[in-house]
């Protein structure tokens, strides 16, 4: 059974920084399309950073320089740096991890960052 457990979230000033893990079970992280996610209230879900199947790293415009993934191949985990916030960056943030036959989703954590 696959399961994504994020965590890290929390309420941040403008400026100030997180960092949010996706511990995984179930499914490889490091043999694996991974990315993190986020949906801000009234808009849709949109991709913030990604893990390619070669290992190589996308960024979403909005949050490059800022935001850094990361991944931990021992403890199955996964990471997304988040630096110089902004009130915008205000979001539910998901993990997903494309296994064979579908994608898989955490349950989401949520940044609120205001002053």
């Known amino acids: 059974q696959v399961q994504l457990v994020e965590s890290g979230g929390g309420l941040v000033q403008p400026g100030g920084s997180l960092r949010l893990s996706c511990a995984a079970s179930?499914?490889?992280?490091?043999?694996?399309?991974m990315g993190w996610y986020r949906q801000a209230p009234g808009k849709q879900r949109e991709l913030v950073a990604t893990?390619?199947?070669?290992?190589?790293?996308n960024y979403a415009d909005s949050v490059k320089g800022r935001f850094t993934i990361s991944r931990d191949n021992a403890k199955n985990t996964a990471y997304l740096q988040m630096n110089s916030l902004k009130p915008e960056d205000t979001a539910v943030y998901y993990c997903?991890?494309?296994?064979?036959?579908?994608?898989?989703w955490g349950q989401g954590t949520q940044v609120t960052v205001s002053s």
């Open positions: 997903k991890v494309n296994g064979v036959f579908r994608g898989y």
């Open positions: 179930g499914i490889s992280i490091s043999r694996n399309v």
């Open positions: 893990f390619t199947s070669e290992g190589s790293t």
